[in-house]
């Protein structure tokens, strides 16, 4: 379950005090489905960012399966993302030098396990994304879909209870948005928790969809 | 932080190495020239030194000389007997030497008389004087020489005699009876020993006078005295102490050390623009690889372990390869062009082998002035950006 509380962002833009996030309340049940929908800017990238521990909320608490996230040290955060939330972002962020099986390896990598055991894990979920024959090409010759596919395999590597989705298709055409959809319904069968922002209406009359809640700078309207 | 090895760190830390080649190889080459150089030039001091020190050793305790209007004059032998009379000398012994100039090869030669009956002044002449037969060398006109006189004289076709031309430039004909090796490479590559004889004609010199005169004293803590008393008795002359040729010596090698100094100066500076390069920051595609491993799950602590192997990977096989290339560049091509800056010298002209010497302070000195400097400056700008919210650095 992920719970906010009053949970305020300010950024400093040159000498003045930007807010992106102002006293959002919120909770998410294990298994649910929920959209953030809102413009750019709205502060749904902040949102997800604060609930992975990828940045501490000005005030407020963040507790993500009944660990206060904002309060852990930055290697108990580091874990906790590793072990429980996967992140699918918007550009994929992989890593261009490395093949697409290392790319799913990489979040493995601090757990110092042996490299069979890793490989293993790893061309697992790329063959349940039909990529495991891509497996040592580099992920800078594959296909956009490939590639998202490879972004896909590495949030999911580790089991993850948490799926954050930062504007999933944005970068994507219609049938690798479809791709996706199913993928996430799958996902959220198998009892995964999904957050996704995106200002993609495709998203709001999804049947998997649980909730949509509306940012609008930086507060939930919805 | 823990330090248990995690090998696939090594190997991800291994792959960004190679990613960024050009920029990796550049920094390898010159912190490797840059030990090469340092390690070259402290290596080649050390085993000079070495050998210095062992020439110092063997070096007379007071060596006369005699001045006449400022220009050095052969000392009349009368003066032994009556420098014996000096109370603390146990030993006088006058030599007769200097150095002969061989054209062809462009080198001096140090000529040393020899006289089968008195007793030699130095280790390396008493060993000589064992080993090789003084009277039969009066007899037949025969000289000993170093190695290295051997291999020029070699070189100039002269393997069974050597024609030396007198002062008066007349052929003395002298047969090489013996060829020596020795441990004092400095002292004695360059030697020819003759009978006196045959030196007094080569010099032109009076026969009833010396080059200089040596003198051993019984307690070394009386040398200032005695050389006092000397200098009273005889104005003309002058004493020079093993003391005055070590600071002599000295001043000669702080006067090359010069150009180690300027050839560090050029291996620091652009050791130091590396340094700067690395500590001003990362570059916004490290910054961005720093922001996705954060996301994946990664802490400030790993990414800060990845830069260590990364850096240490880098810096300490540069390190390896710099030391190994310098000892075959010091001692198996017995260091080409650094050699001839710290012995550009003449009389030392003639080849000699320099002696082993590694001292390991000066190997860890080297270690902690580069790897420990490189490796900090890779890990602040990382833990810099490690520490930076993943989000930010990701945009």
């Known amino acids: 379950m992920i719970t906010l509380h009053e949970v305020c962002k300010q950024f400093m833009q040159g000498d003045e005090e930007a807010h992106a996030l102002k006293n959002i309340s919120l909770e998410i049940k294990k298994g649910e489905c929920v959209v953030l929908k809102g413009s750019s800017g709205s502060g749904k990238s902040t949102l997800l960012s604060l609930i992975a521990g990828l940045m501490q909320p000005s005030s407020g608490k963040i507790s993500v399966d009944g660990k206060e996230i904002s309060k852990l040290p930055e290697a108990f955060s580091a874990q906790l993302r590793r072990k429980n939330i996967g992140f699918i972002f918007q550009k994929f962020h992989l890593i261009s030098h490395l093949s697409a099986l290392e790319n799913v390896i990489v979040p493995l990598i601090p757990e110092n396990l042996p490299v069979h055991v890793l490989e293993e894990k790893a061309k697992a979920i790329m063959a349940q994304y039909g990529i495991v024959h891509k497996a040592k090409m580099r992920v800078n010759r594959l296909s956009g879909g490939e590639q998202q596919r490879v972004a896909i395999a590495r949030a999911l590597v580790n089991n993850p209870s948490i799926i954050l989705a930062d504007e999933p298709t944005a970068n994507l055409d219609e049938t690798l948005t479809r791709e996706l959809i199913v993928s996430l319904e799958v996902l959220k069968q198998s009892g995964v928790t999904l957050l996704i922002a995106t200002h993609d209406p495709l998203f709001f009359e999804l049947p998997f969809v649980d909730r949509v809640i509306e940012i609008k700078n930086g507060e939930i309207i919805l | 932080m823990s330090f248990k090895p995690n090998f696939l760190l090594l190997d991800y830390a291994i792959r960004s190495l190679m990613r960024r080649f050009g920029k990796s190889f550049f920094i390898f080459f010159i912190l490797s020239l840059l030990i090469f150089v340092l390690a070259s030039v402290l290596m080649i ?326 790897v420990p400097i490189y490796i900090a400056a890779t890990l602040i700008p990382a833990w810099r950006a490690s520490i930076l919210d993943a989000d930010e650095v990701m945009r």
Request: overall charge negative.
């Open chain 2, 45 to 370: 001091a050390d085993a000079i030194k070495l050998e210095l020190n062992t020439t110092l050793k063997a070096l007379p305790q007071i060596t006369l000389q005699r001045f006449s209007a400022g220009k050095q004059s052969d000392v009349p032998l009368d003066r032994v007997e009556a420098l014996l009379d000096i109370e603390g000398i146990s030993a006088v012994t006058p030599r007769v030497w200097g150095y002969y100039y061989f054209k062809p090869a462009g080198v001096n030669f140090s000529i040393v008389g020899i006289d089968a009956y008195e007793e030699q002044y130095s280790a390396t002449l008493s060993t000589l004087t064992q080993r090789f037969d003084v009277k039969l060398l009066e007899k037949e006109n025969g000289m000993i020489i170093g190695e290295g006189v051997k291999k020029i004289l070699e070189e100039n076709y002269y393997t069974e005699f050597f024609n030396f031309i007198t002062s008066e430039g007349k052929w003395q004909r002298v047969r090489i009876a013996g060829v020596f090796h020795s441990d004092l490479a400095l002292e004695s590559n360059d030697l020819i020993i003759l009978p006196k004889k045959l030196v007094y004609g080569i010099f032109g010199m009076d026969e009833s006078k010396a080059t200089d005169i040596v003198i051993k004293v019984t307690n070394v803590k009386e040398i200032p005295t005695i050389v006092q008393k000397i200098n009273e008795r005889y104005p003309d002359m002058r004493a020079i102490t093993q003391d005055d040729i070590r600071v002599s010596y000295q001043n000669i090698f702080d006067y090359k050390s010069g150009f180690f100094l300027a050839l560090f100066s050029i291996c620091a500076f652009a050791f130091f623009i590396i340094i700067y390069d690395k500590t001003s920051g990362l570059s916004s595609e490290e910054k961005k690889e720093i922001g996705i491993l954060k996301a994946v799950g990664w802490s400030s602590d790993d990414i800060l372990k990845e830069k260590f192997y990364e850096s240490f990977t880098l810096s300490v096989s540069a390190f390896l390869v710099g030391i190994v290339v310098s000892l075959f560049y010091v001692y198996a091509l017995q260091a080409p062009l650094l050699r001839n800056l710290f012995m550009g010298y003449s009389a030392l002209k003639p080849s000699f082998v320099l002696p082993f010497s590694v001292d390991a302070s000066m190997l860890v000195l080297l270690f902690l002035l580069s």
